[in-house]
């Protein structure tokens, strides 16, 4: 994917649905550029094309979210591998900066197990010899490729760890921090009764957010990795609840 391409989802996560013309006026491009463009995202599901206007897919798909803030989650997940050695052993879940989180992992460290009930992430990272995967078992979701349920939770019991990494659709300062999916977000709950420390990895656009249902009380998580765009006022927040906030 090229900067381009990369600029165009991010005015569309914004906006939704832009016309061609208008992309060709905002990036100073032709509509014949843009159109390439277009039919090369649309080909990997990211987006869908309508007559005379691009329009973001709001699928669970693991492609079409790891797209949205690319740039900005491979920094979030780049600076927050700084925190793993060599040797260790975590669980991650799923989202898409944890899926960064987990390749970043695979390139630069040695030895590390990874515990998840992601099989995107078993699957992303298989070709790395020095990472050692456990894919915990489970109810399986297609679009998302994660496993959910009493399963799961069996099998994440049989470990403990210092640190889980998980990913949040959306946070407020009534519910903490949120998902959008009530299996997924039991899943979470359960996984972070086997670690020391829950360490959220998410770019700021999600802290504008509020999911439907809760995922993990701020009191929680011990550490977040975000980008500098994060409200003031929600970081604030989360310093005087303990929480430390890590931008980049």
């Given at each position: 994917?090229?900067k ?6 991010d005015l569309?996560?914004?906006?939704k649905?832009i016309?061609v013309?208008s992309?060709a006026?905002?990036l ?9 463009d277009?039919?090369?995202l649309?080909?990997?599901g ?5 007559h ?5 897919n709001d699928?669970?798909?693991?492609n ?12 979030i997940a780049?600076k ?5 050695h ?8 799923s ?6 989180l987990a ?6 460290k040695?030895?590390v197990?990874l515990?998840?009930n ?8 298989r070709?790395y010899?020095?990472?050692h995967v456990?894919l915990?078992g ?11 349920g009493?399963?799961?939770?069996n ?13 949040a659709d959306?946070?407020?300062?009534d519910?903490g921090?949120?998902g959008n999916d009530?299996m997924?977000a039991?899943?979470v709950?359960?996984l ?12 700021s656009?999600?802290?504008?957010q509020?999911?439907?249902v809760s995922l993990?009380?701020t009191?929680?998580?011990?550490m977040?990795y975000?980008?500098?765009?994060i409200?003031?006022d929600t970081?604030?927040y989360l ?6 906030v890590?931008?980049v």
């Open positions: 994917m090229n381009r391409q990369t600029t165009i989802l569309l996560s914004k906006s649905k016309e013309s992309l006026l905002m100073d491009v032709s509509q014949v550029t843009i159109r390439k277009l039919d090369a649309e080909k990997s990211i987006i869908i094309r309508e005379g206007y691009a329009v973001l699928s669970d798909d693991i079409t979210r790891l797209a949205y803030h690319y740039e900005i989650k491979q920094k780049r927050a591998a700084e925190t793993i060599d040797g260790e052993t975590l669980m991650i879940e989202g898409s900066c944890c899926y960064l390749l970043e992992i695979a390139k630069t040695q030895e197990t515990i998840t992601s099989a995107f992430i078993a699957e992303y990272v070709r010899k020095n990472i456990i915990l489970g109810e399986y979701q297609k679009e998302s490729q994660v496993m959910v009493p399963i799961t939770r099998c994440a019991q049989n470990f403990y760890v210092d640190k889980l990494f998980i990913g959306g946070f407020s300062v519910t921090f949120t009530y997924r039991e899943t709950r359960d972070a009764k086997q670690a020391k420390k829950v360490i959220v990895v998410t770019d656009s999600k802290f504008d509020i999911g439907v993990m009380d009191k929680k998580v011990s977040v975000t980008d500098k765009e409200n003031l970081e604030n310093k005087e609840n303990q929480v430390e890590i931008k």
